[in-house]
């Protein structure tokens, strides 16, 4: 027997031998490709939903939004699903960046989403913006996480 550049040659047969056996800490290592996470925003994929958990205290401005967009659609590599948004408590947001998460661009990638705020006041502005404005894809707000994502599940 020779090896050869990671392939064993046996009864001229060529046989490809792994760099890495399968075990659990590779499977690991595939589920965390689902998973992104910075100082702001903590996105996974879990069962066909995109989650985003936005942290406490955040101010986003239009160079953070284009950073989480960016961030989405690497992270759903060419994938259109509906996405679920858990706000930890962001303090403020500018009008640059609300614009351009509602815009084409900022949509990328989400077929429909759910927003969970705690704030009943936050909620209710959030349904009231989404009726008037012309958003290409559905966005709904809810105060509870299983409500929104049954309803993300519907439409998926």
């Known amino acids: 027997m020779k090896k050869s550049s990671g392939n064993l040659k046996n009864n001229n047969k060529i046989h490809f031998i792994p760099i890495f056996a399968s075990n659990t800490a590779n499977i690991k290592m595939t589920k965390a490709m689902e998973i992104y996470e910075n100082q702001q925003i ?23 939004a284009k950073t989480i967009v960016a961030e989405r659609l690497n992270l759903l590599k060419a994938r259109v699903l509906p996405g679920l948004v858990l706000d930890g408590g962001v303090v403020s947001m500018d009008k640059a960046a609300r614009d351009y998460f509602s815009s084409p661009e900022g949509i990328q990638g989400l077929k429909s989403v759910a927003i969970v705020e705690n704030s009943f006041f936050s909620k209710m502005l959030i349904n009231f913006f989404m009726r008037i404005t012309n958003a290409s894809i559905k966005v709904k707000a809810f105060s509870n996480e299983a409500e929104a994502l049954e309803w ?4 998926a």
């Open 42 to 64: 903590k996105m996974e994929i879990i069962d066909g939903i995109i989650h985003a958990h936005y942290k406490a205290g955040l101010k986003i401005t239009l160079p953070d």
């Open 152 to 155: 993300l599940k519907k439409d």
